[in-house]
């Protein structure tokens, strides 16, 4: 059977239909205590005092620790793991991160101690006894604001709030030059507004060590248990590696915000050797805002120039990027090298200069989400089209047209070079916007939009078209562009004697389906059946090592290091079948799981090789026994998936309510192994794009104090705000990886967002509303831009 392109039901569903996953908070360890963290009610205050006497003699309290044993203990902060210095060289400001505060807190959740009790419930109850005194102090909220004079610090060794700047693309002389020199300068002034991930499980961790082989075991909801290994040992606690497993096990979905080494893992490892027990915590879901790093939060002025017929001259952009109070994992490289690297898009654009300050800020931290960087980049450059159309009095889908980028394959023609540092593989960019303008019936819905604007309803419709790098580039590349860590992948396919075959990989499942996908991988090169593969992630001590699962890269990236062991193992496999049947390795083709002499009908099975490869009697001199290989895939670019995105609306003109009425995407995500799971990425991607143009957006005020940080407050889309999606896709093949895959987990929320602003903008264009409308656009706020232009 061929397994690749088919819609193999997930094998994993089973246990998680049925009740049968087991995730951190599930796991019950002998002795076990519970964790609560005192958190900061404030945005920023001095530390003056903390009592923790009647705290401590609460009935069930095993131990509390503050800030200040933390410090006696030497422990350093969480560091950062990208590195991004100024423009002049300088290294980036990167003030530590504690496990508790000792001194001054920088954001409401900032952890200041933690009460360890026999159960969940005493160590909460006791919490409320711990007595602070703070001395609370002016806040900023606003990146834009953090770095005018004047503003309050963040960090006393952080002047201006400034974590960095940084620049890409052509000088900037020049790009001023030809904005200048334009015929047509659309410009944009907007906020792409900060979310939170939510996740459907909470995060969590269990610390636990073990005396008699003094050794720690980490449970986590991690999307990167070898990375928060790392950084855990080697710069925040120095315990050796061997003497620490993390095991990440089932994990209901990160969107990125459980990629990150967090505080309360570092913190639970530290105190179960202070009481010789095991500790778990588990955050509650209002902590959840308040800690779980956060995505977006961009301010940015961007000009897009055009020559009399259309063509884009140049782009100018200006952002300032909010990070929070502190230097998440991945955080520096979001807006830099995951934003302004993308700024080409689709189109010719011969000219782009992009500027990046990076600014602290009384916030919780903010790091990649879902896109990380490139749905910023997508929206920046796709509201500039749309916008740029309107003010020109052009068609938006002819104006992109007239800019694509030529088709290219990456093999017989040279990737794409850009402006701004990336060089595509390989893109067909005018069938995705074609077969979207068919699927919508484009020029029969500007004549029903014509019909309707007669009588009083306002329709629209709104283009996206985008381009992602996914399956992040090679460690020599990232490295010299501030990586602290490789970004490679880790396989090892171990066929057992009978035939049957175990997978070790060190990209996590978090709800992708990797259980089924890489299964079917692995089938389809042998030739063997699925229910014969075991596939094992997810637990340090069982895979040599590993670097996750972000940027869409698994199958890209985890799946060609499988792919590579599977090769050696056809390899050795083929020495072995020539010695059985006494035929030269050149002889032979493999096929349907089982090697065959060319021409004959003399043949042996794959379990036959196996048994012989771990009962070697009959076997080749000088050959090893056993069939059992691991490989590293380090690859050699980014892959760069694209696509088309339409949405049609219908804004109520009395309420301002949006209505998404149809919801079009073409996606061309290279090769395709599991159309279903695919689709599934797809459908997820784009509810939370539409999520964030319509509904979603955290919110502090002045005091920094998190106004909406609960599902009371915080409005996340429902199945009554979306449409049936209507998907279809087209096939470029990536031609630098074994599988031709591109990557499809975030296609679905980097085109979707600008597509729907785009359609509303579209709509409201009678009432000259055309930009500089806030996301997300609620009722009132589009209300209120009608009404603020009539």
């Not at 210095?85 to 900032?110: C, I, Q, S, W």
């Not at 050794?215 to 790392?230: D, G, I, V």
């Not at 069982?542 to 996750?548: E, I, P, W």
């Amino acid at each position: 059977m061929t397994y690749i392109g088919q819609s193999v039901k997930r094998v994993e569903d089973k246990r998680f239909t049925t009740g049968k996953g087991k995730y951190t908070d599930d796991i019950k360890l002998v002795g076990m205590t519970h964790a609560y963290i005192v958190r900061s009610p404030y945005a920023h205050a001095k530390i003056l005092s903390i009592d923790i006497n009647a705290a401590l003699a609460h009935p069930g309290v095993v131990a509390i620790f503050t800030g200040k044993d933390i410090a006696a203990a030497g422990i350093n902060g969480v560091p950062a793991g990208w590195q991004v210095n100024f423009k002049d060289g300088t290294t980036m400001k990167e003030p530590p991160h504690p496990l508790l505060v000792a001194d001054r807190v920088k954001h409401v959740g900032d952890g200041v101690a933690v009460v360890i009790a026999e159960d969940a419930a005493t160590a909460q109850d006791a919490a409320e006894l711990i007595e602070i005194d703070y001395e609370v102090l002016p806040a900023v909220t606003n990146p834009a604001e953090a770095i005018k004079p004047g503003a309050p610090l963040v960090h006393e060794d952080a002047p201006s709030n400034k974590c960095f700047d940084w620049e890409l693309g052509n000088p900037k002389a020049e790009v001023d030059a030809a904005i200048a020199a334009s015929h047509h300068v659309t410009r944009l002034d907007f906020i792409n507004q900060r979310l939170a991930p939510n996740a459907i499980e909470p995060r969590s961790a269990i610390g636990h060590y073990d005396d008699s082989k003094d050794k720690f075991t980490l449970y986590t909801t991690s999307q990167n248990p070898h990375l928060t290994r790392l950084l855990m040992c080697a710069f925040v606690l120095g315990i050796p590696e061997h003497k620490v497993q993390v095991v990440a096990p089932d994990v209901g979905g990160g969107f990125g915000s459980k990629i990150f080494h967090y505080i309360e893992e570092a913190l639970v490892i530290w105190a179960s050797k202070q009481i010789g027990r095991p500790i778990k915590w588990t955050s509650g879901r209002s902590e959840a805002f308040l800690t779980d790093a956060h995505g977006r939060d961009h301010v940015t002025t961007a000009e897009m120039g055009f020559d009399k017929d259309g063509k884009i001259t140049a782009l100018r952009v200006s952002t300032v990027a909010n990070l929070g109070a502190y230097i998440s994992t991945f955080a520096p490289a979001v807006p830099t090298y995951l934003h302004g690297t993308l700024l080409q898009g689709l189109y010719t654009t011969p000219k782009i200069h992009v500027d990046v300050t990076a600014a602290f800020t009384h916030t919780n931290a903010v790091d990649a989400y879902r896109g990380a960087g490139r749905p910023e980049a997508t929206y920046l450059l796709e509201r500039l089209v749309d916008t740029a159309a309107l003010e020109m009095g052009m068609d938006p889908a002819a104006l992109r047209f007239k800019n694509f980028i030529p088709a290219f394959d990456g093999v017989t023609q040279p990737g794409y070079q850009t402006q701004v540092a990336l060089q595509y593989d390989s893109g067909n960019y005018e069938p995705v916007l074609e077969r979207g303008l068919e699927m919508v019936g484009y020029e029969q819905f500007r004549k029903e939009q014509a019909e309707a604007r007669k009588n009083g309803k306002l329709l629209g419709i709104g283009f996206s078209t985008y381009i992602e790098a996914c399956g992040i580039a090679p460690s020599a590349v990232v490295g010299a562009l501030g990586a602290r860590a490789g970004l490679y992948e880790s396989a090892q396919v171990r066929v057992q004697p009978t035939g049957k075959v175990s997978v070790f990989t060190g990209s996590h499942s978090h709800g992708q389906g990797h259980e089924t996908t890489f299964a079917q991988v692995v089938a389809d090169r042998l030739g063997i059946a699925m229910e014969d593969i075991d596939i094992v992630h997810g637990d340090s001590d069982s895979v040599a090592f590993g670097m996750g699962t972000y940027g869409s890269r698994s199958l890209a990236v985890g799946g060609s290091a499988i792919v590579k062991s599977i090769d050696k193992v056809l390899e050795k496999g083929a020495k072995i079948a020539a010695h059985k049947l006494e035929a030269a390795e050149e002889d032979l083709e493999y096929a349907g799981g089982k090697w065959t002499v060319k021409g004959t009908d003399k043949s042996i099975g794959f379990g036959d090789i196996a048994l012989t490869a771990y009962v070697p009697h009959d076997y080749p001199a000088g050959l090893e026994p056993g069939l059992d290989f691991s490989s590293f895939y380090d690859p050699t670019n980014f892959t760069y998936p694209f696509g088309c995105h339409i949405a049609i609306v219908e804004v109520d003109q009395d309420t301002g309510k949006v209505t998404l009425k149809r919801f079009i995407a073409v996606d061309d995500v290279g090769n395709v192994i599991n159309p279903m799971i695919v689709d599934g990425q797809i459908h997820g991607g784009l509810a939370q794009g539409i999520g964030q143009a319509l509904l979603e957006g955290v919110i502090y005020d002045e005091n920094g104090q998190l106004v909406n940080g609960s599902y009371m407050d915080y409005a996340m889309p429902r199945a009554d705000d979306l449409p049936s999606f209507e998907i279809d896709r087209k096939v470029t093949p990536c031609p630098h990886n074994p599988l031709g895959v591109k990557g499809a987990g975030e296609a679905g929320c980097i085109g979707s967002t600008p597509a729907v602003v785009n359609a509303v903008m579209d709509a409201l264009a009678p009432f000259g509303v055309i930009k500089n409308l806030e996301m997300p656009l609620t009722p009132q706020r589009v209300w209120r831009a009608m009404h603020q232009k009539q």
